[in-house]
């Protein structure tokens, strides 16, 4: 049985009651600490067994965006035709799912752990102004994603729940990274991007290098596999992989 649910005191024990899809699990953790369960633009779920009452998989709903975590004990003949519903969002769920939806990408989820860095460089500064980053990023953004997106950062930035780092050439930014501020021991990368025309010179890779630098915590992002030998230089192996699908 699947259901909408507003206790997020349920919802944080069902989380860490999971023990699989660290990624997704961290992202849902965001959101919910960023915005809880009371805007009309975010939803969450829950799957729970009708004869013994546990939560079997955790469903999120941000705009066009869809985190699914799943147990081994989920029902996915029911969870399949439920996430089939939200029509034109893009779904980020275990791999699990892979063989219901034959249009799906892998996904891989990257961890590093912090090593303090050697350098870091002056052109590397936090950013606290979200119009310059969704600017940014909005490039490869349609224009309702990027209005989404810069109404997301400015919130988060505003209540301390995300970090914005930017590389900046004449005053400009032309790469940015952003990390969560949510747990203690693991931080989430949830953005990672350079103006196209900058790509190549290894801006990103700065930014990570200079911002990865607490040795007690770990760094998890999500990439492309065509993006791995990318980050295996950044200093990230492969975790865990997902499937990423457009309905």
Request: net charge negative.
């Amino acid at each position: 049985m699947i259901s909408l649910c507003s206790d997020s005191e349920l919802i944080y024990s069902v989380l860490n009651d999971f023990g699989n899809s660290k990624y997704i699990r961290e992202y849902i953790k965001l959101y919910l600490d960023s915005y809880g369960t009371e805007f009309d633009f975010q939803d969450l779920f829950l799957q729970k067994d009708t004869e013994t009452g546990n939560c079997t998989a955790v469903v999120l709903r941000y705009n066009s965006q869809i985190f699914a975590l799943v147990s081994d004990d989920s029902d996915l003949q029911e969870l399949f035709p439920f996430l089939s519903g939200f029509s034109q969002c893009t779904v980020v769920a275990d791999k699990i799912l892979k063989p219901y939806f034959s249009n799906s990408d892998v996904c891989c989820e990257m961890l590093r752990r912090g090593v303090v860095p050697v350098e870091s460089s002056p052109q590397i500064k936090e950013s606290n102004a979200p119009k310059e980053i969704a600017d940014l990023v909005g490039e490869s953004l349609s224009k309702d994603e990027k209005t989404d997106y810069y109404l997301n950062l400015s919130h988060q930035l505003r209540h301390n729940r995300v970090s914005a780092y930017a590389c900046y050439l004449s005053n400009k930014p032309v790469s940015a990274v952003i990390l969560s501020n949510t747990s203690q021991s693991t931080h989430l990368i949830t953005t990672v991007y350079t103006k196209e025309y900058f790509r190549g010179n290894g801006y990103a890779k700065r930014i990570l290098e200079h911002i990865c630098c607490d040795p007690l915590k770990k760094y998890i992002l999500l990439c492309e596999e065509h993006n791995l030998n990318f980050y295996n230089n950044c200093g990230f192996s492969v975790a865990d992989t997902y499937i990423r699908f457009r309905l």
